[in-house]
């Protein structure tokens, strides 16, 4: 088979994570028979440094006629610290995903035998754990109206959802969950918030359409307190934007580091993959980053966007054979223990497939 891949490297280790990602793919091709032909395209601070805007004209283009985006990271401290730029790599990030109608963030939450005892959690809290967040990813405050009145003294920001735009993203949940242990969570704020009534109320509706699936409804409060204290008695959990990006942020505790949760982005048009961590710019060069989410992210590719189960699980295998064996980046050597380079990683993976 043959794929054309958009390839978004991105800010900071971006670059870095996304160069082993491709080392592992073109692996896994050759070991298969496909081929894959990669077409790099600029998007974040890097993207506003060469033509002023961080998600390009061409980019977009480029990601249309792929069959799938692999992305790295966005995201620069020169912004980071200047609340007045008015134009942010983060923009592009957001127009990437309107644009691309990526409506829904599929982010996996799961354990690592070898690295149990990595998380700050307690084996027995943890173990098992299994779970997968639906994060409605083009709506909500994120995109809603926002600015300043008062002469600046007072800002807004506003919250909106359609329930079309709900619809969309419980009926991916309920399907997820059809295929997994049929338990269904939608996340809200439904005694407070009215676009959290809504969700509520549109999902209630489409309970009839799925009768083997159990639905619960929670606080977004209350489910993060429990993530931390019994995750593994989740299985899918669906929510809103701003509630999505903090709990999954939460969740990636869980496996002992960020450097190892995958997500994909996929909606109307082409489907993106990248892992859950930032740009991490005071690594950035340093061949220190681990590219194991990156790596994982393109797994979930293989899978997801190809229907190639078996090159995914190749993948996972050897990433799996890795942390067993201690071919690791800083982030996850035990004391005493050995630091791989970023490039070692992957040369590692790539020699064990």
Same mark, same amino acid.
């Given at each position: /088979?043959?794929?054309?891949?958009?390839?978004?490297?991105?800010?900071?280790?971006?670059?870095?994570?996304?160069?082993? @990602?491709?080392?592992?793919?073109? @692996?896994?091709?050759?070991?298969?028979?496909?081929?894959?032909? &990669?077409?790099?395209?600029?998007?974040?601070?890097?993207?506003?440094?060469?033509?002023?805007?961080?998600?390009?004209?061409?980019?977009?283009?480029?990601?249309?006629?792929?069959?799938?985006?692999?992305?790295?990271?966005?995201?620069?401290?020169?912004?980071?610290?200047?609340?007045?730029?008015?134009?942010?790599?983060?923009?592009?990030?957001?127009?990437?995903?309107?644009?691309?109608?990526?409506?829904?963030?599929?982010?996996?939450?799961?354990?690592?035998?070898?690295?149990?005892?990595?998380?700050?959690?307690?084996?027995?809290?943890?173990?098992?754990?299994?779970?997968?967040?639906?994060?409605?990813?083009?709506?909500?405050?994120?995109?809603?109206?926002?600015?300043?009145?008062?002469?600046?003294?007072?800002?807004?920001?506003?919250?909106?959802?359609?329930?079309?735009?709900?619809?969309?993203?419980?009926?991916?949940?309920?399907?997820?969950?059809?295929?997994?242990?049929?338990?269904?969570?939608?996340?809200?704020?439904?005694?407070?918030?009215?676009?959290?009534?809504? &969700?509520?109320?549109?999902?209630?509706? /489409?309970?009839?359409?799925?009768?083997?699936?159990?639905?619960?409804?929670?606080?977004?409060?209350?489910?993060?307190?429990?993530?931390?204290? &019994?995750?593994?008695?989740?299985?899918?959990?669906?929510?809103?934007?701003?509630?999505?990006?903090?709990?999954?942020?939460?969740?990636?505790?869980?496996?002992?580091? /960020?450097?190892?949760?995958?997500?994909?982005?996929?909606?109307?048009?082409?489907?993106?993959?990248?892992?859950?961590?930032?740009?991490?710019?005071?690594?950035?060069?340093?061949?220190? @980053?681990?590219?194991?989410?990156?790596?994982?992210?393109?797994? /979930?590719?293989?899978?997801?966007?190809?229907?190639?189960?078996?090159?995914?699980? @190749?993948?996972?295998?050897?990433v799996n054979k890795s942390l067993e064996q201690g071919i690791v980046t800083e982030d996850l050597a035990g004391k005493g223990a050995k630091a791989y380079k970023t490039s070692e990683v992957g040369d590692w993976l790539v020699a064990n497939l």
């Amino acid at each position: /088979m043959k794929f054309n891949i958009a390839l978004l490297a991105g800010d900071g280790i971006g670059p870095e994570v996304i160069n082993e @990602a491709v080392k592992v793919s073109d @692996a896994i091709a050759k070991k298969f028979n496909h081929e894959i032909n &990669w077409t790099p395209a600029l998007t974040g601070a890097c993207a506003i440094d060469a033509v002023g805007v961080p998600y390009p004209d061409e980019t977009h283009e480029i990601c249309m006629a792929a069959d799938a985006v692999l992305f790295g990271a966005i995201g620069h401290p020169k912004y980071d610290n200047d609340p007045s730029a008015p134009v942010r790599p983060e923009q592009g990030l957001l127009l990437m995903r309107k644009k691309l109608g990526l409506f829904a963030n599929v982010r996996p939450t799961f354990t690592f035998p070898s690295l149990i005892d990595n998380s700050p959690l307690k084996r027995e809290r943890i173990e098992g754990t299994d779970l997968i967040f639906l994060r409605e990813l083009t709506g909500g405050i994120y995109f809603g109206e926002k600015g300043r009145k008062d002469d600046g003294e007072t800002a807004f920001d506003t919250c909106t959802y359609t329930r079309a735009e709900v619809k969309r993203l419980a009926k991916k949940g309920f399907e997820l969950a059809m295929t997994r242990s049929k338990k269904l969570c939608c996340v809200d704020k439904a005694n407070v918030l009215e676009t959290s009534r809504l &969700w509520r109320e549109t999902v209630q509706a /489409m309970e009839k359409e799925y009768p083997e699936v159990t639905v619960s409804y929670e606080f977004v409060d209350a489910v993060a307190m429990r993530l931390v204290q &019994w995750p593994n008695s989740y299985d899918v959990l669906i929510t809103e934007n701003l509630f999505g990006d903090i709990l999954t942020d939460e969740a990636s505790v869980i496996s002992g580091s /960020m450097g190892l949760m995958p997500s994909a982005s996929v909606g109307e048009h082409t489907s993106l993959y990248e892992p859950i961590h930032g740009s991490y710019p005071q690594a950035t060069g340093l061949n220190i @980053a681990n590219p194991l989410a990156t790596v994982l992210s393109a797994a /979930m590719m293989f899978e997801d966007a190809f229907g190639l189960k078996e090159e995914a699980e @190749a993948i996972r295998a050897v990433v799996n054979k890795s942390l067993e064996q201690g071919i690791v980046t800083e982030d996850l050597a035990g004391k005493g223990a050995k630091a791989y380079k970023t490039s070692e990683v992957g040369d590692w993976l790539v020699a064990n497939l």
